[in-house]
């Protein structure tokens, strides 16, 4: 059964930091592109970055400089450091693995920015 259960989510200041994980199980992580993607209230969901199997990383504008994902394939698990958080940044957050047609999602971890 394949699962991914996102961590590591909550209320922070602007300003914070916070590291999102994504353990996952039930496929061959290392074939597996990862994303991380957000959904504010009332917007389309965004990739924020993504990490391929080779360890190459891509990030929206609004995040460079500032994110950073990471993958350890022994553990079977992809990270998202967030440092100098902004309100903006504000949105449920979720991870995705994807190999050729398979996209497997997340069920989300909320990330608050708030004074």
């Known amino acids: 059964q394949v699962q991914l259960v996102e961590s590591g989510g909550g209320l922070v200041q602007p300003g914070g930091s916070l590291r999102l994980s994504c353990a996952t199980s039930?496929?061959?992580?290392?074939?597996?592109?990862m994303s991380w993607y957000r959904q504010a209230p009332g917007k389309e969901r965004e990739l924020v970055a993504g990490?391929?199997?080779?360890?190459?990383?891509n990030y929206a504008d609004s995040v460079k400089g500032r994110f950073t994902a990471s993958r350890d394939n022994a553990g079977n698990t992809v990270y998202l450091q967030m440092n100098s958080l902004k309100p903006e940044d504000t949105a449920v957050y979720y991870c995705?693995?994807?190999?050729?047609?398979?996209?497997?999602w997340g069920q989300g971890t909320q990330v608050p920015v708030s004074s």
């Open positions: 995705k693995a994807a190999f050729l047609s398979l996209d497997y």
């Open positions: 039930g496929f061959t992580f290392r074939n597996f592109a």
């Open positions: 990490i391929r199997t080779g360890g190459g990383t």
